[in-house]
């Protein structure tokens, strides 16, 4: 079993930053590729980066490009999403999830076996 704890979320003024952060426990957490979803108020779920097992390799859906970091730290089983620039559409809860197939660039939530419970990151005007 895996147990995924997001932090990092709050309020910030559009333009701002804020670093979210995902720490796994429970396996071996170099066998897990890690992704980002988020959720809108009445939205779907919606695909926001990915990081491969390793951490060489990442991959973001089109809007967070350039505007969003993501990074794997194996030693201390976590995952960072550093956002800058954010905006008032990013506005959600942010989810991390893992994939114990590697997958990391599946906009499906359904891919992934593990998520946990989100943080709020709100951003004002």
């Known amino acids: 079993q895996v147990r995924l704890v997001e932090a990092g979320g709050g309020v910030v003024q559009a333009g701002g930053s804020l670093r979210l952060s995902c720490t796994a426990s429970?396996?071996?957490?170099?066998?897990?590729?890690m992704v980002w979803f988020r959720r809108a108020p009445g939205a779907d779920p919606e695909y926001v980066a990915g990081i491969s097992r390793t951490g060489r390799d990442t991959y973001y859906t089109d809007s967070v490009k350039g505007r969003f970091t993501l990074s794997k730290d194996i030693i201390k089983n976590m995952v960072y999403l550093e956002m800058n620039g954010l905006k008032s559409e990013d506005t959600a809860v942010y989810y991390c999830?893992?994939?114990?197939?590697?997958?990391?660039?599946?906009?499906?939530?359904?891919?992934?076996?593990?998520w946990g419970s989100g943080t709020q990151v709100t951003v004002s005007s």
């Open positions: 999830a893992a994939s114990d197939l590697g997958t990391y660039s599946d906009y499906q939530p359904a891919t992934y076996l593990y």
């Open positions: 429970g396996h071996t957490f170099i066998s897990y590729a």
